[in-house]
């Protein structure tokens, strides 16, 4: 029982160590897709991946470009505040993508638009919020993706 948690362009290095170490907890995979917003020695990263980043599994990807290309077969699920279904309709399954944007903007928009039918969102109950932090975000669909395959 594995799922793909994949972070385009992402920019916040504590996020990208916070999520490595989710990963590892959950017996996911991390996709990485360049460009990031720090480099990848970045102590930041590393302190909040502590030491756990060496035993992670991380798949490196130049671009946007890349990563489709390499996993076009892949079932994937989409993350975003622009999402009009909840991540409750997503019918997780094993080796699922689940694909998130950088903590700026999100997802590209021409992403979004090509893949309305894939794009979930979390529900959020307060209009002076605009998005959750990224390696929250992550953490509530990766759970529940669990508990969706136990």
């Given at each position: 029982?594995?799922?793909n948690i994949v972070?385009?362009?992402?920019?916040?290095?504590?996020?990208?160590?916070?999520?490595?170490?989710?990963?590892?907890?959950?017996?996911?995979?991390?996709?990485?897709v360049k460009p990031?917003?720090?480099?990848?020695?970045?102590?930041?990263?590393?302190?909040?991946?502590?030491?756990?980043?060496?035993?992670?599994?991380?798949?490196?990807?130049?671009?946007?470009?890349?990563?489709?290309?390499?996993?076009?077969?892949?079932?994937?699920?989409?993350?975003?505040?622009?999402?009009?279904?909840?991540?409750?309709?997503?019918?997780?399954?094993?080796?699922?993508?689940?694909?998130?944007?950088?903590?700026?903007?999100g997802l590209p928009?021409?992403?979004?638009?090509?893949?309305?039918?894939?794009?979930?969102?979390?529900?959020?109950?307060?209009?002076?919020?605009?998005?959750?932090?990224?390696?929250?975000?992550?953490?509530?669909?990766?759970?529940?993706?669990?508990?969706?395959?136990?």
């Amino acid at each position: 029982m594995a799922l793909n948690i994949v972070l385009i362009e992402p920019e916040i290095p504590n996020n990208t160590g916070n999520i490595g170490r989710l990963a590892l907890a959950t017996g996911s995979r991390l996709h990485l897709v360049k460009p990031f917003g720090f480099e990848i020695d970045d102590k930041r990263l590393k302190r909040a991946g502590l030491d756990y980043w060496q035993h992670l599994e991380v798949i490196y990807y130049e671009n946007k470009d890349e990563f489709f290309n390499q996993n076009e077969d892949k079932k994937m699920a989409f993350l975003s505040s622009h999402g009009t279904k909840s991540y409750w309709d997503i019918n997780f399954e094993d080796d699922m993508f689940l694909v998130f944007g950088k903590e700026s903007v999100g997802l590209p928009k021409p992403l979004i638009k090509e893949r309305k039918e894939d794009l979930f969102k979390i529900p959020m109950y307060s209009e002076n919020i605009r998005s959750l932090n990224l390696s929250n975000a992550v953490s509530i669909i990766v759970y529940e993706g669990l508990r969706q395959l136990r």
